[in-house]
């Protein structure tokens, strides 16, 4: 299993292209001073602000990923953004699967089958988000779910993926949520299944490839989640957003 560290944040909707430009330069300044062999930052903008933030970020110490892509290489997809188009900006990591993405805009298990395997042939790293709503938690089907979403997800591809690939778990119901957070033990439960999966898809590959939680991590909770055996990294919404705050916390984990 890996011992680098994984640290990274969504900005989601929330920071325009200036906003974004000022927080990459801030966030670059605070961090310089940490080992890129040991620990990986990543920024994922919105689509507008990825040409600046990528020119910006030395992608070495901070890779620069995009919140979503479409699987096909030019079409007629209005609203769509294709692998080609990032590539040219130097894209690092493509989220696919985000709760976001599934939920509020309806998007399938086929559709994201079809981007990541887009999205790793065309050289990206994915990172695929899984995780169960609260009805599947209440119905005891938080396995079952996991377990058909990255089978869905990593259908037909080669345990050679495994190094591009990394996974994060957020339970839909912590994602943005206010007081609503995972138990470290239930969490580190739904790893293991991860884990489990994987190993069964690709065998010994699938140790290689990280698991990051996600769901209201914040400075307080931020440790015990990186205490469970299985994980490599943390993706944070609000907690990440303020430069300096988030600089405070990649610190405060990086020196442990
Ligand atoms: P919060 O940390 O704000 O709950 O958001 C997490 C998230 O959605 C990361 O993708």
Not at 78 to 105: A, K, N, Q, W
Request: aromatic share 8%; proline share 4%.
């Amino acid at each position: 299993m890996t011992s680098k560290l994984y640290l990274g944040t969504n900005l989601k909707m929330y920071k325009t292209n200036r906003d974004t430009a000022e927080y990459i330069s801030l966030l670059s300044a605070l961090t310089g001073d940490l080992d890129p062999d040991r620990l990986q930052l990543f920024v994922i903008p919105s689509f507008p602000a990825i040409a600046d933030a990528s020119r910006l970020a030395d992608h070495r110490r901070i890779q620069i990923g995009a919140q979503n892509m479409h699987w096909a290489e030019a079409g007629p997809f209005t609203g769509e953004v294709s692998p080609l188009m990032l590539r040219e900006l130097s894209v690092d990591i493509v989220e696919l699967g985000h709760s976001e993405r599934r939920h509020v805009f309806g998007e399938t298990e086929e559709m994201i089958r079809l981007k990541t395997d887009s999205a790793l042939r065309h050289g990206f790293t994915v990172l695929l988000c899984v995780g169960e709503t609260a009805g599947e938690k209440e119905a005891g089907r938080m396995d079952e779910v996991l377990r058909g979403q990255l089978a869905a997800a990593l259908d037909g591809l080669s345990p050679e993926c495994a190094d591009r690939l990394w996974i994060a778990y957020e339970p839909v119901w912590a994602i943005g949520a206010h007081g609503q957070q995972a138990e470290p033990g239930y969490a580190g439960c739904r790893f293991r299944e991860i884990r489990g999966a994987l190993l069964r898809l690709w065998g010994r590959r699938g140790e290689e490839v990280p698991l990051l939680f996600g769901g209201s991590v914040n400075a307080e909770n931020a440790e015990s989640y990186l205490q469970l055996s299985e994980v490599n990294g943390l993706f944070i919404g609000r907690s990440a957003w303020d430069a300096f705050r988030f600089s405070e916390l990649i610190h405060s984990l990086a020196e442990r």
